[in-house]
């Protein structure tokens, strides 16, 4: 998160303009009563973590240091956030100085590891200010607290969490029943989307948007500007080997964070029709790209799911994390 940079679904460069420490606050209450468990901090603990995080961040931000990244993320944070840093070397510019205001901490009843927590809070000033869906997770017992997920929230999603009369928040298990679509189904489902398109097996759980179908139809798009370039380009989307946290919601529905893995793959007939640009600097040589570049991309998303309808994606950070040519 200290080092990313706001891209597009597709690789800048060759498809260019596809798509484009505070307080905690509070909460409206809107569960009655209180889940099993135990939250696994306090609030006053949160913001530890979080004023924590950010001085971690500006350390490996100040020396382009994926290695320091290690001691405050892990992923799929930590490899988005250790290519984005490569990609600030390369261009030979530092990322800003992190700051978070207006924060409102969930933390879930939890029975067992890992325990974790989710963030709404805001980076930057005035028309730099970026709202994030931090995701927070503790591997065992004494282990550290590292930002596993941030999903930029493109409104006040985690504002429907519902919060027990105590002020703390409910997990939603990866396959309750009662949901639009069981959390656990929604990569495969968006995958599906994303790669075979609105007729994919489970597309139809997702609501039309921006980062869906509106997505595949650029995707398509690109494929075909490329084509007139000489250049070949094979996308699929597959669910990434993470973890799917969940929160029910005050509609009795959930708020899901899950990540998708892209695998793109760009041929030519021809020497010089491939560069490695844009997202993918830093990655790899300039010049590694002869007729053959394979990328290899995270895609975090935050999605809403109501009791009955579709699902809609409320947040996304995209980050291109590996690159190969020949």
């Known amino acids: 998160m200290t080092a990313r940079t706001l891209v597009p679904i597709l690789i800048p460069g060759l498809l260019a303009g596809a798509l484009s420490a505070g307080c905690s606050g509070h909460a409206t209450s809107a569960a009655a009563g209180r889940a099993p468990g135990a939250p696994a901090l306090t609030k006053a603990q949160a913001q530890q973590v979080l004023t924590s995080f950010a001085a971690g961040a500006n350390r490996a931000g100040r020396r382009f240091s994926g290695k320091a990244l290690r001691s405050v993320e892990t992923d799929p944070q930590l490899s988005m956030d250790v290519a984005a840093l490569r990609l600030r070397r390369a261009v030979r510019q530092r990322p800003p100085k992190l700051a978070f205001t207006n924060t409102t901490f969930y933390i ?135 973890k799917v946290y969940a929160l029910r919601t005050k509609d009795r529905g959930a708020l899901v964070w899950y990540v998708l893995k892209q695998n793109e793959a760009y041929s030519a007939t021809h020497q010089g029709r491939l560069t490695v640009s844009g997202d993918l600097v830093g990655l790899a040589p300039a010049k590694v790209a002869r007729t053959r570049m394979d990328t290899t991309v995270l895609v975090q998303y935050l999605a809403t799911v109501p009791p009955k309808g579709r699902a809609m994606i409320s947040g996304m950070y995209r980050k291109a994390v590996t690159a190969h040519g020949s």
């Open 108 to 242: 879930p009843r939890l029975t067992g590891y890992p325990h974790w927590f989710a963030a709404d809070t805001v980076s930057g000033k005035g028309t730099a200010a970026q709202r994030h869906a931090l995701l927070f997770t503790q591997a065992g017992q004494g282990a550290p607290w590292l930002l596993a997920s941030d999903p930029y929230p493109s409104e006040n999603a985690l504002g429907r969490v519902a919060l027990d009369t105590t002020g703390f928040a409910t997990p939603v298990g990866p396959n309750v029943k009662g949901l639009a679509v069981a959390p656990a189904r929604l990569p495969q489902a968006h995958a599906s989307l994303l790669t075979d398109g609105p007729r994919a097996s489970g597309a139809s759980l997702l609501a039309d948007g921006a980062k869906t179908t509106e997505t595949y139809k650029a995707l398509k798009q690109g494929e075909q500007t490329l084509a007139g370039r000489g250049v070949t380009l094979s996308s699929r989307f597959s669910p990434a080997p993470y």
